[in-house]
C-alpha cells in the first residue's frame, strides 16, 4: 500500500483574502478561504474555495484529502443567535481550523439557513430523513431553508435560489382548497344575512300588529270586534226564569230544541252587554274554562230594544249553589281548583295565532256566582259584563281612567284591598286589575278547599262564608266569619 499522497502546501494568501477563523461563513457575492489539515500519514493539504474555478478545485482537493479518513465529512458551522448545539454529532479534524467535522452516527450532512443568513451547518443525527441525494437541495419549512446531503462536504455549497420554486410548487395543490373555502365563506355569510333579513321582518309585522291593538284604550269602545246581528231567532225559545240581576236577567231555554241559557239585557244596561259581547266575541277566546258564546242578537227577546247572549246550559248551577249542596272528595277539589286557574290564566294572557290575536283581560267580577260547573266536575268563568280588555303595553293605556269607577264595580267581598283603600296604582292600573283578579281566585279557592272533607273530615253544616272586607265606621275591616259548627262525636 502506497502512502496517502500529500498535498503542497497553498502560499499564504493576501491580508484580503484571508479566512475568518471560528466557523464557515457564507456569502454569495466574495470569495472563502479554507484551511483543512487531515491527520494520517502527517500529509497537509491546504484548499482555497472561491468563485468560479477557484471553488471547483478548493472543493475536490479538499475532497480527496478527506478520502483516507473514516466517515462522513461534512461543513460545520453555528451561527451565535442559534440555541442548542449539533457538534456532539460529529469529531472536529484535528489540527485544522475549525470548519470540517467528521460524522459520528450517520453519513448525512445538513444544512440550515434563511433568507439573509446561514443559521447552521454539520452532521445530521439520522440517515432516514430524506437524506439520499448527493447535493444539498433545500426544502422550505416555515420561513427557514434545509438541506441534506450524502457526500462529503455537500453542504458547503448551498444557495436561496432553490428555495422558491420548492415553495411555489408545494402551495400550487392548495390554490383549489383556498378558493373552495372562500366561495362557501361568503355562501354562509349571504345565507346569515339572508336569515337576519327574515327575522327582522318578521319582527316588524308583530310589532306593527301589536301597535294596531294598542291605539284604542281599554273599555266597551275598543272591545268591540262587530256589531252583532239584529234579526230575531225564530228557533229560540224563552222557558223559565233562572235569576235576575241588576244588569241582566237569566232565562233557560232551547235552540234549536238544545238547552241553553239565554242572558237578556235591558236597554239601560247596553254598555255591559257590549262589554260581554265584545269578550266572548273576540278571536281565540275559545277555552275549556271559559263559557261558550252560541249565538248573540240585538233587539230581541223579552226587551226589544236590549241584547242577547245565548250561551249553553250547565245543569250543575254556580260553583256557590253546588258547594252547598255537595262535598267534593280531594279528586274534585283539585279539579275544581286547576280548573278555575287554567281558566283565568288564559284570560288573562295574549295570544298571537295564525294572525289572529287575544288581548289580555281583567275579569273584575270573580266570585263563586260567576263561576259555572260542568258535568264532569269543572270550572267555567261566566259573566263578562264588567270585563276590561287592556292594551298590549302600558304606554296605551288611558290615564282618565277615574279611580272611584275602577274601585265601585264587582262584589264587594272579593274586591282586593287596595281597590277598597282606593291604593289601586294608577300609573299600572291593568296589571293591578289582574292582581286583584288574583285576589278574589285565592278567595274562591278558599271556598272550595272548605267543603273538602279530606281537609276538614268533620260535617260542615251552614252557610259555607269567605273571608272579605267592608267598611264599617268609616273604617276598613276584614268582615267577621263566624267559625264552622262541628258536629261532636
Known amino acids: 500500500m502506497q502512502p496517502a499522497k500529500s498535498f503542497p502546501p497553498v502560499p499564504a494568501p493576501r491580508e484580503g483574502q484571508r479566512a475568518a477563523r471560528g466557523g464557515l461563513t457564507h456569502t454569495h457575492t466574495h470569495a472563502r478561504t479554507r484551511m483543512l489539515q487531515v491527520p494520517g500519514d502527517g500529509a ?22 478527506l478520502a483516507g479518513v473514516l466517515g462522513r465529512s461534512c461543513i460545520f458551522y453555528e451561527h451565535p443567535s442559534v440555541r442548542g448545539s449539533l457538534r456532539h454529532q460529529g469529531r472536529a479534524l484535528t489540527g485544522t481550523e475549525p470548519g470540517a467535522v467528521q460524522c459520528l452516527q450517520s453519513e448525512c450532512c445538513f444544512g440550515l439557513w434563511n433568507q439573509s443568513h446561514i443559521l ?44 422558491a420554486p420548492q415553495a411555489s410548487s408545494a402551495s400550487t395543490p392548495s390554490g383549489p382548497l383556498c378558493i373552495a373555502g ?45 256589531d252583532p246581528p239584529s234579526q230575531e231567532l225564530p228557533a229560540l225559545h224563552f222557558l223559565q226564569v233562572l235569576q235576575t240581576g241588576r244588569f241582566s236577567m237569566v232565562w233557560r231555554g232551547s235552540l234549536r230544541g238544545v238547552p241553553v241559557v239565554i242572558k237578556a239585557f235591558p236597554a239601560a244596561s247596553d254598555q255591559h252587554f257590549a262589554a260581554e259581547w265584545g269578550v266572548l266575541s273576540r278571536p281565540l277566546m275559545n277555552h275549556d274554562n271559559l263559557v261558550q258564546l252560541l249565538e ?16 249553553p246550559l250547565y245543569a250543575q248551577g254556580s260553583l256557590r249553589y253546588f258547594l252547598g249542596q255537595h262535598a267534593s272528595p280531594w279528586e274534585g277539589t283539585v279539579r275544581l281548583a286547576l280548573s ?25 267580577d270573580l266570585s263563586s256566582q260567576n263561576v259555572l260547573v260542568r258535568d264532569d266536575g269543572a270550572c267555567t268563568i261566566a259573566d263578562f259584563g264588567l270585563a276590561i280588555v287592556l292594551p298590549t303595553s302600558p304606554e296605551a293605556w288611558p290615564r282618565d281612567r277615574s279611580p272611584t269607577a275602577i ?25 293591578a286589575l289582574k292582581q286583584a283578579d288574583v285576589y278574589a281566585f285565592a278567595l274562591v279557592l278558599w271556598e272550595i278547599l272548605m267543603r ?38
Open 452 to 489: 273538602c272533607p279530606a281537609l276538614f273530615p268533620a260535617d260542615l253544616r251552614g252557610h259555607v262564608q269567605c273571608p272579605g272586607w267592608g267598611w264599617r265606621e268609616n273604617r276598613l275591616l276584614p268582615l267577621a266569619v263566624p267559625p264552622p259548627r262541628l258536629q261532636r262525636p
Open 340 to 364: 278555575l286557574a287554567c281558566g283565568l290564566a288564559f284570560l288573562h294572557d295574549e295570544l298571537w295565532r295564525d294572525g289572529l290575536y287575544k288581548p289580555s283581560v281583567a275579569h273584575r
Open 120 to 163: 447552521m451547518q454539520g452532521c445530521w443525527s439520522s440517515d432516514r430523513d430524506g437524506c439520499q441525494g448527493v447535493a444539498c437541495v433545500p426544502s422550505p419549512r416555515a420561513n427557514l431553508l434545509r438541506c441534506l446531503c450524502r457526500a462529503d462536504l455537500c453542504n458547503a455549497n448551498i444557495s436561496t435560489l432553490g428555495a
Open 407 to 431: 274601585r265601585k264595580l264587582g262584589t264587594q267581598r272579593y274586591m282586593a284591598p287596595e281597590i277598597l283603600d282606593e291604593s289601586l296604582d294608577l300609573r299600572r292600573w291593568g296589571c
Open 182 to 226: 372562500a366561495v362557501l365563506l361568503f355562501l354562509g355569510c349571504l345565507a346569515l344575512l339572508g336569515l337576519w333579513r327574515v327575522k327582522v321582518f318578521s319582527m316588524l309585522l308583530s310589532c306593527r300588529a301589536r301597535g294596531k291593538h294598542a291605539k284604542g284604550g281599554p273599555g266597551p269602545s275598543s272591545a268591540l270586534p262587530r
Open 44 to 65: 497537509r493539504a491546504t484548499a482555497t474555495m472561491g468563485s468560479g474555478a477557484t471553488n471547483l478545485c478548493g472543493g475536490l482537493g479538499l475532497s480527496l484529502g
Open 296 to 311: 248573540a242578537r240585538r233587539g230581541d227577546g223579552p226587551s226589544r230594544r236590549g241584547g242577547l247572549l245565548v250561551m
